[in-house]
């Protein structure tokens, strides 16, 4: 309990961002001993200023890390480092992952395939059915659903993983205590209740602009790929997308309206080589390979009744969706969810045109 607290503290300390947080672990092994390095030992430290150097000299690290630990217990709440089991594989992966999290929820296993959806606060009633459904989609398929709570398109986003009653994932430009926009209250703990609120943001920190560019980088960086749905062109959600490319991470865009001003940012990154969205298989072709690969024969996942009926359907002989729908006598709607699941759990892939084989 007292290296969180010296965890907790550290992160708390004006001045320390993520590189220099773990430039200064990196240098004293634990925080603890960065509060308790003399001024000497701290100025050998790379990218440290006398301004940084004093706040941490300053700092009354217990009292503050115990006052905000208290807080956040109080709200139900959680704290992760990088180094603990819980916190999320894929953000470690990046440039500069948040020296802990804040988290209001459950964020499930470590490692959940992730997706986010993000875009513009002023989304159309086309950008908004479509992130619905595209939500919806990739939620019934296991997929964890991750934006922001924003108004606009990331409401919606949450709304639609929510709605086909899986997980989805706010990360906050302030603290998880801090509900922003006020009217996604309801939203706020319906998605505690079916996932989780996280921000790398002190307790009561307020929704300043000069959070979300930071807020981005952790949205795209816990998720394998990122969807653009509606973004200007100097919209937010094109960072986002700047940060998953600089991450490695796959980045799609839902094309828009030729004379809509929120086509222009997902238009233009659909010409700069982003894959182009209409459905949510288009977004699970990308990624699966990415998350799990192919599932041997003799070691299947655990599979629903209607997951296993369709998959007998299924040979190395390409089947089209129509002939799996009359030959299962279910909805293509029904139809194309199951195949969903079964292409995430790697024991069918699709070859394009609506084909499908089993692995």
């Keep these: ?34 509060f308790a390095a003399s001024i000497q030992e701290l100025a050998a430290v790379g990218g440290i200023g006398e301004k940084t150097i004093c706040a941490i000299k300053e700092f009354p690290a217990e009292k503050m890390a115990a006052e905000e630990l208290k807080k956040a217990e109080d709200l139900g709440g959680s704290i992760l480092t ?29 490692d959940p ?9 002023r989304g159309s009633s086309y950008g908004r059915a479509m992130t ?16 922001g709570m924003a108004r606009g398109i990331d409401t919606f986003a949450h709304l639609g993983a929510l709605e086909a009653g899986g997980k989805t994932i706010a990360v906050f430009g302030c603290g998880i205590d801090v509900i922003y926009p006020p009217e996604n209250k309801k939203l706020f703990f319906d998605i505690i209740g ?64 030729v004379g809509m001003a929120t086509s222009k940012g997902t238009n233009r990154l659909i010409k700069q080589g982003a894959k182009l969205v209409e459905e949510a298989q288009d977004i699970l ?32 002989t390409p089947l089209h969706i129509d002939e799996i729908s009359r030959m299962s006598q279910m909805e293509i709607q029904r139809v194309s969810t199951i195949l969903l699941s079964l292409e995430l759990k790697g024991v069918i892939s699709q070859l394009g045109g609506k084909m499908f084989v089993r692995n």
């Design 194 to 257: 079916h996932g989780a609120v996280i921000s790398e943001f002190p307790l009561s920190t307020p929704p300043e602009g000069k959070n979300f560019p930071k807020r981005n980088r952790i949205i795209s960086g816990v998720s394998l790929g990122v969807v653009i749905v509606e973004a200007t062109a100097d919209s937010g959600s094109l960072i986002t997308a700047s940060h998953a490319l600089e991450q490695g991470r796959e980045v799609f865009a839902v094309p828009g309206n």
């Design 285 to 316: 072709t990308e990624i699966i390979p990415q998350y799990g690969g192919v599932v041997k024969k003799d070691d299947l996942p655990a599979l629903s009744d209607a997951e296993g009926g369709i998959l007998q359907l299924l040979s190395h």
């Design 132 to 147: 619905r459904r595209i939500s919806k989609e990739l939620a019934s398929a296991g997929v964890t659903v991750v934006s």
């Design 113 to 121: 395939l992730m997706v986010a959806i993000v875009g513009s606060r």
């Design 82 to 110: 990088f180094r603990d089991q819980g916190y999320p594989k894929n953000l470690l992966e990046i440039y500069d992952p948040p020296p802990l999290l804040y988290v209001r929820g459950e964020l499930g296993d470590v």
């Design 1 to 34: 309990m007292v290296d969180k607290l010296y965890w907790l503290a550290l992160n708390m300390v004006p001045g320390v961002g993520p590189i220099t947080y773990r430039n200064l672990v990196a240098r004293f092994h634990a925080p603890e001993r960065v």
